[in-house]
């Protein structure tokens, strides 16, 4: 008799602790997500339980436009992104028994963006495209669609530099925004 109880002790215990772990982010995720204006590559490393590094390397698409010519159009600059990530409600989604499989979750980040002084497409010599550095805080969700789609949404204010080009004399900092909605495919 002595011998069962101990034996259901023993699986109970086994239980409490098995339940009582941490819920975490995935060690690697790596994938392709597209939006309205562009389409990234990347992956997130795991630093801890909770928190990510994502790197990304992308395409992004902009407008110019100038009223005083009479002209417009659309060009594509690669963008390049760190972003440290902390998935803040693992726990409660496992919780309810909701997924968290690749890093399905609410997220807060610092988003730092890079877009350098190199165009993939081809501007009128009347322009000129700047590069800049983008810091932005922000918040976002991801959530899996079956085994390897996902979406994900996320919106932040922050600060952004623009670079002086040598034949400008503009070389000034802004609001950076981030708002971005995205369809993605998980490897």
């Known amino acids: ?61 902009g407008f110019y436009s100038s009223s005083l010519i009479n002209d417009s159009g659309v060009f594509a600059v690669p963008s390049i992104t760190l972003e440290p990530r902390w998935y803040y409600n693992l726990n ?12 399905s979750g609410n997220f807060v980040s610092i988003r730092i963006n890079y877009h350098p002084d190199l165009l993939l497409t081809s501007l009128k010599d009347n322009y000129n495209f700047i590069s800049d550095l983008s810091i932005v805080p922000t918040w976002g969700i991801r959530r899996s669609i079956g085994k390897h789609f996902n979406y994900e949404t996320a919106i932040g204010i922050g600060y952004i530099k623009y670079f002086e080009e040598a034949n400008t004399i503009f070389d000034q900092a802004d609001v950076g925004v981030n708002l971005h909605l995205r369809i993605g495919y998980r490897f």
């Open 1 to 61: 008799m002595n011998k069962k109880i101990a034996l259901a002790f023993a699986l109970f215990f086994t239980t409490i602790v098995a339940k009582a772990q941490d819920a975490s982010v995935e060690k690697s995720v790596f994938g392709i997500q597209t939006g309205i204006l562009g389409i990234w590559a990347h992956n997130e490393a795991k630093l801890s339980n909770t928190i990510v590094l994502r790197s990304e390397l992308g395409v992004e698409l």
């Open 92 to 103: 409660k989604r496992v919780k309810k028994s909701r997924r968290i499989d690749g890093n």
